[in-house]
């Protein structure tokens, strides 16, 4: 598989599928929040009760309505068997990712309702006898969701309350055993952006890139039970192993095809570099 292709695999999503949501401005505006698959208005019609019409081309919630429907969906949703569980996590709600924040949603129901959601990732590296070597994480094996598969040394979503940076040195912690000390030294370099479709709904990222540099000799740790494991790879192992069979979340792939185009040059193979650039940043159309 091509680095394109896999770009275009975390792409992959039928916006006719869905209905916009969101609420009327005091000024009698639209403002979208997210996007509510079809076949949902029909099978859980009377949990969505508080729009003002589910047969309008865009559904209406009035502002002061919003978190009450928020959180009596939630336990619905988790008794209606429609999600396997809350995660406990408060992500903001808004109509876009850096908006003000409207209400706040268990993370579970955020690609339910198709609402825009950001997370941290970090490229983690280190230097060996002068070569760059990406430390990657194996997902532990019970994770509810990409049990086993190759990840970023450290990303988590951004909940709400959190600052980007602060997040980051939580994730470390967490994840990888990095103290404080060094996880405060992350650089922020980008985003990747991309919408993705699965049976939750659909889901509009932001991931915030952030590379961290660690000493030689640092080995990163599981700590929260999140990872299996922890290895170092070349980044020409990186590459090929992106370009391979899928064992990466596909996510974090992005990030890591984000970090080969800004590390290496004309020495490493990865294709249309100028293409992967741009599709590294794709958003709703809306």
């Known amino acids: 598989m091509t680095l394109n292709a896999r770009i275009l695999a975390a792409n992959t999503h039928d916006r006719s599928r869905y209905r916009r949501w969101g609420l009327r401005t005091a000024a009698g505006e639209f403002r979208r929040v997210g996007h509510l698959r079809e076949d949902r208005l029909v099978e859980d019609r009377e ?3 508080a729009f003002q019409s589910l047969d309008a081309e ?4 009035a502002p002061e309505a919003l978190q009450p429907f928020l959180d009596g969906l939630a336990p619905e949703l988790l ?14 709600v808004w109509s876009a990712v850096g908006d003000s924040v409207l209400a706040s949603v268990d993370r579970r129901l955020v690609a339910w309702l198709g609402i825009p959601a950001s997370g941290v990732h970090v490229n983690v590296f280190r230097y060996i006898d002068g070569e760059l070597q990406v430390w990657i994480a194996r997902r532990a094996l019970d994770k509810l969701l990409f049990p086993g598969q190759l990840d970023n040394a450290v990303a988590g979503g951004q909940p709400v309350g959190l600052g980007l940076a602060e997040n ?3 994730e470390c912690g967490e994840e990888a055993g990095i103290p404080v000390e060094l996880a405060t030294q992350a650089e922020p370099v980008g985003v990747v952006q991309y919408v ?5 709904g659909l889901k509009p990222d932001t991931l915030y890139c952030f590379d961290l540099e660690l000493p030689a000799d640092f080995v990163p740790a599981p700590v929260d039970g999140e990872v299996d494991s922890f290895r170092s790879v070349s980044l020409t192992e990186l590459r090929d192993l992106l370009a391979g069979e899928p064992v990466f ?12 185009l800004r590390r290496t040059g004309d020495e490493l193979d990865l294709g249309d570099r100028e293409s992967l650039q741009a599709s590294l ?6």
């Open 79 to 92: 008794a209606r068997e429609r999600i396997a569980e809350l995660s406990g996590e408060m992500f903001p």
């Open 196 to 200: 993705f479709e699965n049976d939750s």
């Open 58 to 61: 865009e559904l209406v919630l």
């Open 281 to 286: 940043r794709r958003r709703l159309d809306d």
């Open 168 to 170: 980051v040195v939580k």
């Open 249 to 260: 979340k596909f996510n974090s792939a992005l990030v890591c095809i984000d970090f080969l």
């Open 47 to 49: 949990l969505l009760s």
